[in-house]
């Protein structure tokens, strides 16, 4: 698994890494291992700027940089996700349509209603979570999400016939690197939130399955743009989960 940190860290972020991984398709879905890890190192990266931010900027301001950079880190690869999953599942009537309509590289209506509607969440989370003191929420949204993209691609099929870059996630994630992903994602929700943290990876893995079934009924299975999408849901998710039981 070591030599493929390098490769996760490059897949899902923007930062620098002078190592390389190979990106075969077998490496790709071994990195997933990673997938929490390189959550956490997101998450302190947050807490960090959060805990900076608000010594120079009204607390609004802070949240509204803070949100920025999360959207630089991450390349806007899962937002980007979002918009093609949302815009498939509003605009077509078929499992073909849909897939279709996720493919085409313009953004329709739907994708800019929910990127829209995710961004200010996220935003009203921000400022929320600082607001009641549960900062340490900023720490594990990232490692659940990161956590929840590796087991949709373990219970779900690839849902396009042609192959693309999630079929490599979705048919070589192993049970190992689950297992192994799983673990790790539960000691860092216990260090992020105590006993608070496991039961928000519960409901955030309660929500993957049950979208892993509505996805095989509308999509035949999911694609890359769908596990973007799952991060998100699972972004606001665990913060929203953070403010309740913080």
Request: hydrophobic share 55%; charged share 10%.
């Amino acid at each position: 698994m070591n030599c493929t940190l390098p490769l996760a860290l490059t897949f899902l972020t923007k930062f620098p890494w002078l190592q390389t991984a190979p990106a075969e398709a077998g490496a790709l879905a071994r990195s997933m291992f990673w997938f929490p890890w390189v959550g956490a190192l997101l998450g302190v990266v947050f807490w960090g700027a959060w805990a900076g931010l608000p010594r120079f900027l009204p607390d609004p301001a802070a949240a509204g940089v803070l949100l920025c950079l999360t959207v630089w880190l991450t390349g806007g690869l899962h937002l980007d996700g979002l918009a093609d999953t949302v815009d498939g599942l509003g605009g077509g009537r078929t499992v073909e349509e849909r897939l279709a309509i996720m493919k085409d590289s313009r953004v329709g209506t739907f994708g800019v209603l929910a990127l829209a509607l995710v961004l200010v969440l996220k935003f009203a989370l921000f400022l929320s979570l600082a607001g009641k003191g549960t900062a340490a929420g900023l720490i594990l949204y990232p490692v659940v999400s990161r956590w929840g993209m590796v087991l949709l691609a373990y219970l779900s099929p690839y849902a396009r016939p042609e192959g693309g870059l999630g079929q490599a996630m979705t048919t070589g994630v192993s049970a190992k690197v689950l297992a192994g992903a799983t673990v790790s994602a539960a000691a860092l929700s216990v260090a992020a939130l105590g006993v608070r943290g496991p039961i928000l990876l519960a409901a955030a893995g309660a929500l993957v399955w049950l979208g892993s079934l509505y996805c095989r009924k509308k999509l035949g299975g999911v694609t890359g743009d769908v596990l973007g999408a799952a991060n998100e849901a699972l972004e606001v998710l665990v913060l929203g989960g953070a403010l309740l039981v913080g």
